[in-house]
């Protein structure tokens, strides 16, 4: 049985190859060769800890996976990550089981690729500023993401704790990216200088005014995954002229400010205008013109564990 | 993560420490201390392959596990085994994944040790021989377990393919095993001699004559794992004065000869006599005198995989 360790895996599959397979993904899904199940959770009785586990299967590679994940909120308190993942991989030739692999950095990566896909069928073609809201755990492969599919020539960041932004900067240096970056404690400032917004936080209520935003601005959501959540002004979804999920399923019992804007009669998921997979494989339309705003919100799903996660095995193992 | 494999648990977890968690198992069971998910079924299109995924938690080790099955039934052609399993230990005080760790030999040893602890309630005391109709794959441990409870003094071996009952036999006394063992390719003398009668098989038809059965048998099916099979003899469970399951809700949808008698009006689920959780617990008896015939039919559940796999990683990382 062959193991990977997060930093092992950070060092050879990165973006780029996350961008690739999930794209590759859709066309399987479109041909039917994808079996997702529902994901099973079990909730630890008096904690709010949470086992998740869910199990895909790609018939196209004949490759399965289940991705476990333990979500423990209070773990933050002895200096261990709230949520801890392992993706187990099968071949579907013979049943065996191949490669057990850590989760937290693919479920990061892919949920940037996810905002980068998005991003590149939404935004506008020349977005040259980002802005980034809420500098945690997520941040990092969500810039990554935004910065493969757009020229960015400037990165507007902004957090609750301003030092945590401030050490984000540092990080985004050290990876290498050669890109002007301010640090601010004026969220209106980002907004007011943004072409692409990226959110990722826990907030319960909306991260930005929807009256700061530019014309033709494009917004991802990959925060807000319970219904008591926001980040996602409610005014930005009304004058939104197109909101697409990575899975409208998903998002109809976890996206909190959408679930919220539907009971308000601001927002249906029924007559949402669609998923990524429709704007990927061009049964919608991404961006029509300059002056838009559009949204992408990602909740997750286990088929996009499992593009990554074959992903990785394929590019190492094979 | 650690892992293991099935040949390095088999020489250091055995039928004892199987009994035992097991017991330990149905007491946590009581005290609700075990969470049991349904189990998840993914099958392959076109094919007669199918995933298998059952999550447990274990709130008074603070141990959860989730066992993934293949099973390819072709696989014997390209000399593999049917099924292939692994089960991932996490640990629940903060959710890391500790363990991965081989459940081939881990699910026939929890099978053997259910037949052993039914038998210890179900059969006479004073039983000494046993009879084992089909020799494969889930034969071995069903034999230890049955050793494990009770002074068996000759064993009679049968299977359909003669070779291999005597193949078995051999793994017998190779393990050290020093009683008297006949193969017969008569199963009728199987019957005729046996105080306890073990079948596992992966019949369609009732494997003995329960005509052929002394007074005061007492037999234990771990086969007919689908509603189109069948190995106990419908009569025997008209005649059984005592059935008891391991699980009865799995039961209803996998043991064939149960659901095939209760079509029939020979049997019903409803007013079944119980299962080992309640004979363990003494909320209903074990055998009363030395005339009747008993059954226990097993199936298996996520919960006895639990019970085991955490006897392992406690046993051996502890």
Redesign the interface.
């Known amino acids: 049985?062959l193991?990977l360790t997060d930093s092992e895996i950070e060092k050879q599959y990165f973006m780029k190859d996350a961008i690739k397979d999930t794209l590759a993904l859709f066309n399987k899904l479109e041909q039917e060769q994808i079996?997702v199940?529902?994901r099973?959770v079990?909730e630890?009785?008096n904690t709010h800890?949470a086992?998740l586990?869910m199990?895909c299967?790609d018939?196209k590679e004949k490759l399965?996976t289940?991705k476990?994940i333990?979500?423990?909120p209070d773990?933050p308190k002895?200096n261990?990550s709230t949520?801890?993942?392992?993706i187990?991989i099968?071949e579907?030739e013979?049943?065996?089981?191949k490669a057990?692999i850590d989760a937290s950095y693919l479920t990061r990566l892919r949920t940037g690729a996810l905002s980068g896909i998005a991003t590149d069928y939404l935004s506008r073609k020349d977005s040259r500023v980002l802005g980034v809201i809420g500098t945690g755990g997520m941040a990092f492969e969500q810039v990554l993401g935004i910065l493969e599919v757009r020229n960015i020539e400037h990165i507007y960041l902004f957090n609750r704790t301003f030092e945590k932004a401030q050490l984000f900067k540092e990080k985004l240096q050290d990876f290498g990216i050669n890109i002007e970056i301010s640090v601010t404690q004026d969220v209106q400032e980002v907004v007011q200088h943004s072409d692409i917004i990226n959110c990722a936080t826990r907030s319960n209520e909306a991260v930005f005014n929807a009256k700061d935003l530019k014309e033709g601005t494009h917004i991802n959501g990959v925060g807000s995954y319970q219904p008591s959540m926001r980040e996602i002004d409610i005014n930005a979804i009304k004058k939104s002229s197109k909101i697409v999920f990575d899975d409208i399923g998903g998002a109809q019992t976890e996206a909190g400010e959408f679930i919220q804007a539907e009971k308000e009669g601001h927002f249906s998921f029924d007559s949402t205008y669609g998923d990524l997979q429709q704007l990927v494989l061009h049964k919608i339309n991404g961006r029509e013109d300059d002056t838009e705003t559009t949204i992408f919100k990602s909740v997750g799903a286990a088929h996009f564990d499992l593009a990554v996660g074959i992903g990785v095995f394929k590019k190492l193992f094979s």
Chains 1, 2 share one sequence.
């Open positions: 049985m193991t079996i199940e529902h099973t079990i630890m009785p800890n086992m586990y199990p299967l018939l399965g289940i476990v333990s979500i423990f773990n002895v261990l949520t801890q993942g392992k187990l099968t579907l013979t049943g065996q089981h057990i």
